[in-house]
């Protein structure tokens, strides 16, 4: 099938205008007849709660955590990107569409893109009204500074706590909505099921985390805010909570998921350290403004840092990548990391990590004020690692961080199936293969404050309101296949517990699926993987009731789904066979060592279709055209 | 290292509790604290016994979501640092350590070590935020926000709501809490023009909720893992009064 993303024909300059007053409206007396559910409470979903809450529709928003604050965006540290052009850069909206549409290798749809670029102007203006406390010099003006993938400073940020920050703004907006009543919240939640009523998304089966309970909410349309999947790696940057349950259960219903394969792999992370590590922590890229990527030209070299003298350090990515230097996009500076690494140049325990040196930065401009721009990250390394990073450089390796693949969207973020929307990190639309640095806040906050408001009045002006009830047989067969499925998980009684299946995959996933991929080694994953499979489901062991709190069964429930879908992702990858972005496939490469693309035959959106688990899914293709920004081979040399 | 704990179980909110002890063993130091009851955990799971309910999400020190109170102090007691940041190689080989729960009258037991902090919510909804608008607000230079204000409403922000502030407090007080939000507002021209009715909101809901009162004790201060300033308290002091007299 060839998929259709409906975006708008003509000028993209001016595509979303056109389209916005192409949309349909709900007249104000009619919103609050429609009940629109919100699953996730991060930047997509605050957002979107908080808005649609505003515009007078009745919204029930839901998260697992015990407050909607906690969603992981609150982890995002480096900031959020504008075009707005206040140091008088040459930056432009034009110039962040062309920079995203580039960063993300020409996987991405140039409409999404622009909007992005457009709207992303209104996001800070939002949020400053929100009180946001970005960063702001002397005088008062608003500060910034720069990212990975872009030669100018457009980057807004509050402290290393942006993400905290601005989820904080959409948390406050949408607290104002509680007590205003139009949004009631259901935190310590988790989406079990999608109801599809005749072709439709009409509701959600949730389990109440601490009670044990099952059952359905009904609404008139379903938004689905609910992150990434990284987590299938197991040691990623993501929270523990971070699964891919409800977007997978989602996709068992209908809806596709597109571009599995494309995952960040972030270059500045500390590295792990030992065997009985539960996640790996990520250090801002807006270190990369001070901080210079070295090692030792020498293999083997294990003097301390300090003792290696300036002739004997090879500053790979100001020597590979003279224009952008450390600057360099994320996937090619994560790559350039694990060359250094696999040359035998590493440092650290096994060699795996890299320096990240300060001291240029100190000598510059002092220590007091790169404490100003990045202590806390600092100090949250000297926690971790037990080492001074002002006194030796830190040390680095990437490690999985975000994913660029989810449910596939058209123009109005709607899957396909009708009334189901996804935003935010949960669907694949803006980031292409590879996601530039300060742009997930700013996706998730355009979809949720600028782009569902618009698109969901379309959908919900066509459907009459309340139409399907809560004693559905649609409904209550969902409650019953949840009950069931989880009374499966408990019954198993088995040897190994959730976290040792977790363990097992995410090494498979890492070492097959991860920084780069082979013919090879994705049909060992795609062979073992459904070994893993079958082993869970006869050997898990999950101890406690299903009517009661229980983070036993609530995990089993997310790694049977990563047991599921990382065979998905795998297959995927071995699909596309091309090296672009955060999908690098070692077949596919230029002599120099970058990734090789095949615009000729691959320049499409991969949407595969559920068929069952243990069956082959289905690709369906949706081509993409670029005639704004032409395909070109990316070069940040 | 080897480590004896001593953990509070509690099956329900209104059914008793008592402190269990547990054997964590080869522990590294390099592990995080909750790394370590996540060994303690698999080995019960093994066992067949209920495992250890915990909250915990980022692992990053930034969601606010774990919440022990480890020998006492709420975090564990070192500086600036939550439970999911606190590392072993804080602690020797052969310790005993004591782990509870939140502790305070607004925060019932729900299980273990998991604690309802929904009353912090309701201070929130109360006020904690402006009424703006998704559509037509000013450029966000068009009002200066001079760097000090700023920085000022940045200290003040950073509080991430994990309530050790509330468990620390003799009073079961969430007056830190409270005056984080109060005081970054109150900084700023955009939350300026809302601060009388914020402030009085805030502090209503703060009673309704069951937190007790403040009575300078700064036990807050001392636990809060982002080192919220007790100064927040005194500036949401002076923002009632002045409420008071409007």
């Known amino acids: ?637 | 290292m080897n480590l004896t704990l001593h953990v509070w179980r509690q099956s329900g909110p209104n059914q008793p509790g008592k402190l269990e002890q547990y054997d964590a063993k080869n522990v590294s130091p390099d592990q995080s604290f909750l790394e370590m009851l996540d060994e303690v955990n698999e080995q019960l799971i093994k066992e067949g016994k209920d495992p250890i309910v915990f909250d915990h999400d980022c692992r990053e020190g930034i969601c606010g979501m774990c919440s022990q109170v480890i020998n006492g102090v709420p975090h564990g007691g070192q500086e600036r640092t939550t439970v999911c940041q606190l590392h072993m190689r804080n602690f020797s080989d052969g310790d005993t350590i004591y782990i509870e729960p939140w502790r305070a009258l607004a925060f019932p037991i729900i299980r273990d070590l998991i604690v309802d902090r929904s009353g912090l919510e309701k201070i929130m909804q109360a006020g904690g935020y402006t009424s703006c608008h998704t559509g037509g607000v000013a450029d966000g230079n068009a009002i200066l926000v001079p760097k000090v204000d700023a920085d000022y409403a940045m200290d003040a922000a950073e509080c991430i709501g994990c309530g050790a502030c509330v468990a620390a407090c003799p009073n079961g007080s969430a007056m830190l809490y409270t005056s984080a939000k109060v005081a970054q507002l109150a900084a700023l021209p955009q939350g300026k023009a809302e601060a009388a009715q914020r402030v009085c909101a805030m502090t209503d809901a703060m009673q309704e909720a069951g937190f007790g009162n403040c009575s300078n004790h700064y036990e807050c201060q001392a636990a809060c893992p982002k080192g919220i300033n007790v100064k927040f308290i005194a500036r949401l002091n002076r923002e009632y009064q002045k409420a008071l007299f409007k």
């Open chain 1, 1 to 637: 099938m060839i998929l259709d993303g409906k975006c708008p024909k003509g000028p993209i300059q001016t595509s979303w205008d056109r389209h916005r007053f192409d949309l349909k409206l709900v007249n104000p007396a009619n919103k609050r007849k429609y009940k629109v559910l919100v699953v996730g409470t991060g930047l997509a979903g605050g957002a979107a709660a908080a808005t649609l809450g505003e515009l007078g529709y009745n919204v029930e928003a839901f998260c697992y955590q015990d407050s909607a604050r906690r969603a992981h965006s609150i982890a995002a540290q480096g900031g959020i990107n504008a075009a707005k052009n206040y140091p008088n850069d040459g930056d432009s909206i034009y110039r962040l569409f062309y920079d995203t549409i580039k960063g993300g290798d020409f996987r991405a749809r140039e409409a999404d893109v622009w909007r992005l670029a457009q709207v992303s102007n209104n996001i800070i203006d939002q949020c400053v009204a929100q009180g946001v406390p970005f960063a702001r010099d002397y005088a008062g003006y608003l500060d910034n500074r720069s990212f990975g993938g872009a030669q100018v400073s457009r980057t807004f940020y509050a402290r290393g706590q942006t993400g905290q920050q601005l989820l904080l703004g959409a948390y406050s907006a949408l607290s104002r909505q509680v007590k205003a009543g139009t949004v009631k919240l259901f935190a310590r939640t988790e989406m079990l099921d999608l109801v599809v009523v005749d072709g439709e998304a009409k509701g959600i089966t949730i389990r109440d985390l601490i009670t044990g309970e099952i059952r359905t909410h009904v609404g008139d349309a379903v938004v689905l805010c609910t992150g990434g999947y990284v987590n299938v790696f197991y040691l990623s940057t993501n929270a523990m909570g971070c699964s891919v349950t409800a977007n997978w259960r989602a996709h068992k219903k209908g809806a596709f998921f597109a571009n599995p394969c494309y995952t960040q792999i972030h270059p500045t992370c500390i590295p792990q350290h030992g065997e009985h590590q539960s996640k790996l922590t990520l250090m801002s890229e807006s270190l990369r403004n001070d901080g210079r990527c070295w090692a030792p030209k020498k293999k083997g070299d294990n003097r301390h840092p300090n003792d290696i003298p300036e002739d004997e350090r090879d500053y790979y990515l100001e020597r590979k990548y003279p224009s952008f230097g450390n600057l360099a996009p994320r996937d090619i500076a994560s790559r350039a990391a694990k060359e250094q690494c696999d040359d035998g140049r590493g440092v650290g325990p096994g060699g795996r990590g890299v320096n990240l040196d300060f001291s240029d930065a100190i000598k510059r401009v002092g220590e007091h004020t790169i404490r100003e721009r990045y202590g806390n990250l600092f100090e949250m390394y000297e926690k971790i690692t037990d080492e001074n990073a002002y006194k030796q450089p830190m040390r680095m390796y990437p490690a999985p961080h975000y994913s660029m693949g989810g449910l596939w969207v058209d123009y109005n973020c709607e899957s396909n199936v009708p009334g189901l929307f996804v935003l935010g990190e949960a669907n694949f639309s803006v980031h292409g293969a590879n996601r530039l640095g300060a742009s997930a806040l700013m996706q998730g906050l355009a979809d949720g404050y600028f782009v569902i408001p618009y698109t969901i009045a379309n959908y919900l002006a066509k459907t009459k309101p309340g139409a399907v009830k809560a004693d559905h047989p649609e409904c209550k067969k969902s409650v019953e296949d949840v009950k069931s499925y989880n009374n499966r998980l408990l019954n198993i009684n088995g040897k190994k517990t959730v976290s040792e299946f977790h363990r097992e995959l995410g090494k498979i996933m890492w070492e097959n699926v991860g920084m780069a991929r082979s013919e090879e080694t994705l049909k060992d994953a795609i062979k073992r993987i459904p070994a893993l499979r079958e082993e869970f489901w006869k050997n898990v062991k999950v101890t406690g009731k299903g009517e009661e709190l229980n983070q036993q069964l609530e995990n089993a429930g997310r790694v049977a789904d990563f047991l599921e879908f990382g065979e998905l992702m795998a297959k995927d990858a071995l699909h596309r066979n091309e090296s672009c972005g955060g999908h690098f496939r070692v077949e596919h490469q230029m002599p120099d060592g970058e990734a090789k693309r095949d615009d000729e035959n691959y320049c499409y959106v991969g949407a595969w279709e559920f068929k069952g688990v243990d069956k082959e899914p289905e690709l369906h293709k949706e081509p993409l055209t670029f005639e704004n920004v032409h395909l070109a081979v990316r070069s940040y040399k």
